[in-house]
């Protein structure tokens, strides 16, 4: 079948539409020598959102803004966490159909794009871990392109959907991933509608919209897609592997605390499949934590533990035979 070839030129109503529409394909995408490019006017608002957060030099800070820019950075750390990475990426667990939209809405308004998309890198990734084709890896891409610069290429801001059919059956979760600043927009209204709010009701909290918005969306926003980030390029880097995974993988407790357990790292690649990144009780997990408290309630079930010959097996330590 003949293949269209990809349009070279630039046109500025479609790429303003691509900040709203993530399905229209980049003008770039497919051309030799872009792949390891940033797609600088696609990315304008990524970049923006961390210039904003210079405005708290403007709006100062208040105990209060602070406090919900780190709720909001814990509830949807746990979001991406436990549901688009250990749910919609590795199906460690099940859920109904209500709360995988609630969980997948959450995860959007964390400006990590969709859940299509962030699965379907996540399991590219893990079958080209620290190879030429891993789109983050520090080892082959070098540090910042693997931190934070691969997400703003054009030849990455597609979704691979035949990495997750078994998610693309969904409506709901297709529409939140084609308009991936959805949810995002409502918070940052959300927010700023608290701010004006509080500073009506009780002025003596010191705080107001602009300064809710500035802390609880930019601020908490861009501190939580780092903290995310760190796994794709310093848990490649820093820490212990424990495992032989065919990767640089590693673990470190510090990056765990960061991302609510992600940081066992090196655990995770050598087995995927369980819900548990911590393998041992002194690797604290407070994703998998959390999960199980849930799992008593109903709203999750199924949790696919750890098995104890997978935590054991001698010829997979990093030191064994």
């Given at each position: ?25 980049a003008e770039t995408r497919g051309i030799p020598g872009h792949a390891k490019r940033v797609d600088w006017f ?121 990495e997750v059919r078994d998610l693309a059956k969904y409506p709901e979760l297709r529409f939140l991933n084609r ?21 009506a009701l009780w002025p003596q909290l010191g705080t107001s919209g602009m300064q809710m918005l500035v802390w ?106």
């Open positions: 079948m003949h293949q269209e070839a990809p349009k070279r030129g630039f046109n500025p109503l479609t790429s303003i539409a691509r900040w709203f529409d993530s399905s229209i394909p696609r990315s304008l608002p990524f970049f923006a959102m961390h210039v904003v957060c210079l405005g708290v030099i403007w709006v100062g800070w208040s105990w209060v803004a602070v406090a919900v820019a780190a709720g909001l950075y814990f509830i949807r750390m746990f979001a991406i966490t436990g549901f688009y990475h250990r749910y919609f990426s590795h199906r460690t667990f099940k859920t109904n159909r209500f709360w995988q939209f609630v969980f997948a809405a959450l995860g959007s308004s964390a400006v990590q794009r969709g859940p299509l998309w962030w699965a379907a890198h996540h399991r590219h990734h893990h079958r080209h871990s620290d190879k030429e084709d891993d789109a983050h890896s520090p080892h082959t891409h070098g540090l910042l392109w693997s931190h934070m610069l691969w997400f703003t290429s054009a030849e990455n801001h597609g979704t691979k959907l035949k308009f991936d600043v959805a949810m995002p927009v409502a918070l940052a209204v959300a927010v700023f509608s608290l701010g004006v709010g509080l500073n609880g969306f930019f601020i908490s926003t861009v501190v939580l897609f780092h903290g995310t980030c760190t796994i794709n390029s310093l848990s490649h880097m820093m820490g212990r592997a424990r495992y032989k995974t065919g990767d640089h993988s590693r673990n470190s407790l510090i990056l765990s605390l960061v991302t609510l357990g992600e940081g066992w790292h090196n655990n995770h690649h050598h087995y995927p499949a369980t819900v548990r990144q911590g393998f041992f009780w002194w690797e604290i997990d407070i994703t998998y934590y959390m999960l199980r408290v849930m799992s008593w309630t109903g709203i999750v079930w199924d949790l696919k533990e750890l098995p104890e010959h997978v935590r054991a097996n001698p010829k997979a330590l990093a030191g064994g035979s």
